[in-house]
């Protein structure tokens, strides 16, 4: 599958400001490693400008983790070191600034972290990727979904999907083109269920089957850095339906080409990430 021309910078007199600006709203004193990857990959999927955006305490901590080009922002914080919900209106005060939000990786479960999410999808009025503990926050009121006519992407694995849909193992991995069709109608959001054959589903019915891929991507973070490219994607200008598709091809492929180096049991997520440039490399030549 050829990537299409906005993702491949042929254009000479370029800038940043072309490309987009994702927020990363990721991690926590215990999960900072997600954060990280999250926002590498995006700026490595070609978003003209990433801020991560954590709890107060561990922001020299984060900037630690990640790579120079990226920003930080930090934000209001518990006791515990997650996000307290008075952060929204730090985040609120750059909506204007931001293209994308990519919420969820690292963030933890604590009460006050999940009303800041739920504040998040409710009002927000750019463009969400939402993974992890986002995904279970929404769980916990999930018509906020349909809340705003915003964009939202959802990527789910089958344990999220589980709590979403209140289904069970067997019969998501039995009907996934049927759940994931299901749950993007019924909630007006793009719908990336992961797995083998990950499947993204659109509110018109749209349906997207990955062939990109290997065992050896089932391993902790390959779902933030998924994330991460996506929000890039959307913030160099692709519809939800195609960043997502794109996303999962590229997140696949990328995966496939360092099970080659390091081995499937041997990879972890940031090989992931290190293989991006390559997929675009070879892409762009074709």
Do not use: W
């Not at 927000?124 to 939202?152: E, F, H, Q």
């Not at 996934?176 to 509110?203: E, M, W």
């Amino acid at each position: 599958m050829k990537l299409p021309d906005v993702l491949l910078r042929r254009e000479i007199d370029a800038y940043k400001n072309m490309f987009g600006h994702v927020c990363v709203i990721a991690g926590s004193a215990q999960m900072l490693g997600a954060a990280a990857l999250c926002s590498i990959s995006s700026i490595r999927s070609g978003a003209g400008l990433v801020t991560l955006a954590v709890p107060e305490e561990v922001n020299l901590s984060a900037q630690a983790k990640i790579d120079n080009s990226i920003m930080t922002l930090p934000l209001k914080q518990t006791k515990d070191g997650t996000l307290h919900l008075s952060a929204f209106r730090q985040i609120k005060k750059n909506f204007s600034t931001f293209d994308v939000i990519a919420i969820g990786p690292g963030l933890g479960r604590k009460p006050p972290t999940r009303s800041f999410i739920l504040k998040i999808v409710e009002s927000s009025p750019i463009a969400l990727v939402i993974d992890a503990d986002g995904l279970n926050a929404i769980s916990y009121d999930i018509n906020l979904l349909n809340k705003t006519k915003t964009l939202k992407i959802l990527t789910p694995h089958v344990g999220e999907m589980m709590v979403l849909t209140g289904k069970d193992k067997q019969y998501i991995l039995g009907n996934r083109q049927v759940i994931a069709k299901d749950f993007a109608r019924k909630y007006n959001c793009i719908v990336l269920l992961k797995g083998h054959n990950t499947i993204v589903a659109s509110p018109d019915g749209d349906i997207y089957v990955n062939n990109t891929g290997n065992p050896g991507m089932a391993t902790a973070g390959s779902g933030d850095v998924l994330t991460g490219i996506i929000a890039a994607f959307l913030a160099q200008g692709m519809d939800g339906f195609n960043a997502a598709k794109y996303g999962a091809y590229v997140h696949g492929k990328a995966g496939d080409l360092a099970a080659k180096v390091y081995g499937r049991v041997s990879m972890i997520s940031s090989d992931i990430i290190k293989f991006l440039p390559e997929v675009f490399r070879q892409e762009r030549i074709k």
